[in-house]
């Protein structure tokens, strides 16, 4: 198997690479002081970027900015100090990480820097059309907080719909043998769609030896 790296992106340039990755695949460009002032998380393939988040444990929270005062007072969200949550943002995973062994390596670890953080809850943050996003973030049991057009500011910028929600740090953990699952099912599908190829590539071979 190929050496996955992980290691905490600092410098400008790997900044605004992480980025311009996060905005070609959602759309949404992330300010870079944000960025600056949390952990940016990078994994390498052969040097090569090939996907991030970021993880950040003290407000101001991106994903509450967005969401209309009211709607905290619908949810079982009970929180008193600000520092007893976290975010997850800045989610990117390239295509070239083709296999679901690798792409599990990267939930695994981010899972790990979760708990590895100590926080009561965790705030998720999604585009509301996004639905692979969406199956993966279901797996934690997350709580609805708001979903529907963002409360911009002036200059902001975000999804046309966002669903913002939230999980705990300990409903991840007790809940990741879903992703094994999810990785499990996902091996056995492409082995399958493997020697589906195989059979068609067969076949069209002794046609071909026919004719």
């Known amino acids: 198997m190929q050496n996955l790296e992980f290691r905490t992106i600092t410098d400008k340039d790997g900044i605004e690479n992480v ?3 996060v905005e070609r695949y959602s759309g949404v460009r992330l300010p870079t002081e ?31 900015m967005f969401v209309p ?3 905290w007072k619908q949810t079982n969200l009970s929180v ?4 007893d ?3 997850i943002n800045g989610l990117w995973i390239s295509p070239a990480l083709k296999t679901p062994l690798m792409q599990a390596r990267i939930w695994a670890h981010l899972i ?16 509301s059309r996004n639905k692979i996003m ?40 007790l809940n ?13 599908r492409a082995q399958e769609f493997k020697k589906a190829r195989s059979f068609s590539a067969q076949i069209n071979s002794n046609a071909t030896n026919l004719a």
Do not use: C
């Not at 994994?43 to 994903?63: D, H, W």
């Not at 790990?112 to 998720?124: G, N």
């Not at 609805?144 to 902001?156: N, V």
């Open 19 to 21: 980025l311009d990755k």
């Open 34 to 64: 944000y960025a600056n002032k949390n952990k940016v998380v990078g994994a390498f393939l052969q040097e090569k970027l090939v996907a991030t988040y970021m993880v950040i444990t003290k407000p101001n929270f991106r994903s509450l």
């Open 69 to 71: 005062s009211d709607n």
């Open 80 to 83: 008193t100090d600000d520092y």
């Open 85 to 87: 949550m976290m975010e």
């Open 112 to 127: 790990k820097d979760i708990f590895m953080s100590k926080k009561k809850y965790v705030l998720l943050m999604r585009d």
């Open 134 to 173: 969406e199956r993966f973030l279901n797996m934690a049991n997350p709580t609805t907080l708001y979903d529907g057009p963002p409360m911009l500011m002036a200059g902001a910028t975000s999804h046309a719909r966002i669903q913002v929600s939230f999980t705990t740090r300990w409903n991840i953990i």
């Open 176 to 188: 990741s043998y879903k992703y094994v699952s999810e990785i499990r099912n996902r091996m056995k």
